[in-house]
T-cell receptor
Framework: EPEVTQTPSHQVTQMGQEVILRCVPI?????FYWYRQILGQKVEFLVS????????KSEIFDDQFSVERPDGSNFTLKIRSTKLEDSAMYFC??????????FGSGTRLTVV | GQSLEQPSEVTAVEGAIVQINCTYQ??????LSWYQQHDGGAPTFLSY????GLEETGRFSSFLSRSDSYGYLLLQELQMKDSASYFC????????????FGAGTRLAVHP
């Protein structure tokens, strides 16, 4: 069964450092998303991406965040200057023509 | 604003039936989804309702009433492996079907 792949599974970084979270969506999917989940809380929408551009972003997705699809297969989330409150599980998801998302297994980001 | 309400916890025994309700207040509603998440895992898609009525997929069914802004997930013949968190999520017609999740219902299935 096709799956969304995320790397790394766990990233520890110092406050103020840049991190790049990587995702390989399902190959024939058209819509890509990043969500995050702070431990014990609900899943929160960050950004949606379609046709090589951002279609919508949430209030969380401020100027410190950016997304790219550099080569037609990878989909990355960059946080320029991490803060303690950025510590969370970050999920990449993709969707084809149907209504169900396929989520990756996530990257646990710990900012120290 | 947007809000989804679902119970925080539900407990049931193996073989039983459990219903997890979800009420929502949103604008731009497109459909209601349900996702399962085991501890430390990714959300897994269970069902999607765009129209009123019941959708059945094996042991799981999902219901939607758009006029009542209400839906539920019905789990039958519960198994221990069904112990997980269940999230309702509203899909929006804008934002290319972005999902706004509820806080989740933690289901504990006991022998």
């Amino acid at each position: 069964e096709p799956e969304v792949t995320q790397t790394p599974s766990h990233q520890v970084t110092q406050m103020g450092q840049e991190v790049i979270l990587r995702c390989v969506p399902i190959s024939n999917h058209l819509y890509f998303y990043w969500y995050r989940q702070i431990l014990g809380q609900k899943v929160e929408f960050l950004v949606s991406f379609y046709n090589n551009e951002i279609s919508e972003k949430s209030e969380i997705f401020d100027d410190q965040f950016s997304v790219e699809r550099p080569d037609g297969s990878n989909f990355t989330l960059k946080i320029r200057s991490t803060k303690l409150e950025d510590s969370a599980m970050y999920f990449c998801a993709s969707r084809g023509q149907g209504n169900g998302y396929t989520f990756g297994s996530g990257t646990r980001l710990t900012v120290v | 604003g947007q809000s989804l309400e679902q119970p925080s916890e539900v407990t049931a025994v193996e073989g039983a039936i459990v219903q997890i309700n979800c009420t929502y207040q949103t604008s731009g509603f497109y459909g209601l989804s349900w996702y399962q998440q085991h501890d430390g895992g990714a959300p897994t898609f269970l069902s999607y309702n765009a129209l009123d009525g019941l959708e059945e997929t094996g042991r799981f069914s999902s219901f939607l009433s758009r006029s009542d802004s209400y839906g539920y997930l019905l789990l039958q013949e519960l198994q221990m492996k069904d112990s997980a968190s269940y999230f309702c999520a509203v899909a929006f017609s804008g934002g290319y079907n972005k999902l706004i999740f509820g806080a989740g219902t933690r289901l504990a299935v006991h022998p």
